[in-house]
Nanobody
């Protein structure tokens, strides 16, 4: 079973960078597409980025395009989210998720497994 654990969150000033990691401790990473979502206070969970199993296909929310980069290392059962030029509005709990279903890249309901989340706070 997939068991996802996020790390790398923290407090950073606006304009700074963070790299989030999401490791599958269940070591059943194979075949899963991976996504990052976030939930800001008093807001709905929203899609951030996703990557196919092969890493060839990637999707980004318009709000992070050009600033965030998703990548994965299947040998390490880990997916990453490099976040640059951070803004206060990026403040949220970030979750990684795994799915096998085709399509639905930006839809939380298509994802089968979720991590516990990691807090990212960007100060102005």
């Amino acid at each position: 079973q997939v068991q996802l654990v996020e790390s790398g969150g923290g407090l950073v000033q606006a304009g700074g960078s963070l790299r989030l990691s999401c490791a599958d401790s269940g070591r059943t990473f194979r075949g899963y597409a991976m996504g990052w979502f976030r939930r800001a206070p008093r807001k709905e969970r929203e899609f951030v980025a996703a990557v196919s199993w092969s890493g060839d296909t990637k999707y980004y929310a318009d709000s992070v395009k050009g600033r965030f980069t998703i990548s994965r290392d299947n040998a390490k059962n880990t997916v990453y989210l490099q976040m640059n030029s951070l803004k206060p509005e990026d403040t949220a709990v970030y979750y990684c998720a795994a799915k096998t279903a085709a399509g639905g890249w930006v839809v939380p309901g298509f994802y089968d497994y979720w991590g516990q989340g990691t807090q990212v706070t960007v100060s102005s």
